[in-house]
């Protein structure tokens, strides 16, 4: 009965731990969907304009709510998407990618 109780248990932190892991933003949550379709229905993602992610370190010196609204011009146009909230993971997560092309740059210079 212990070790049935344990192995409920467990699977109970391990199920809860994927369902808020998801929700986490991170740098690479948002470098996936930079690169991901599914973003849209237009069988293109951010990479499919901005191949060289170099050029948006202008972008990263932005506010968040600039990036936040350049980003969803870039989804409801040309990836004919749904514009994503502000405060959503995935939002959270592409606008950290893009900061995070500044910070490396800093990084690289030895700033």
């Not at 932190?13 to 991170?26: D, K, Q, T, V, Y």
């Not at 948002?30 to 202008?58: A, Q, Y």
């Amino acid at each position: 009965m212990k070790k049935l109780t344990g192995l409920v248990i467990c699977g109970g932190i391990i199920w809860c731990s994927s369902l808020f892991g998801a929700e986490a933003p991170s740098i690479e949550t948002g470098k996936l969907l930079f690169g991901s379709e599914k973003l849209g229905s237009s069988g293109k993602s951010c990479v499919t304009c901005h191949l060289d992610v170099n050029k948006l370190k202008i972008a990263a010196t932005y506010d968040e709510d600039e990036l936040v609204d350049i980003i969803n011009r870039c989804i409801a146009g040309p990836l004919e998407g749904k514009k994503l909230d502000s405060g959503s993971a995935e939002m959270k997560s592409l606008v950290l990618y893009i900061k995070s092309l500044k910070t490396k740059e800093l990084a690289d210079t030895g700033r």
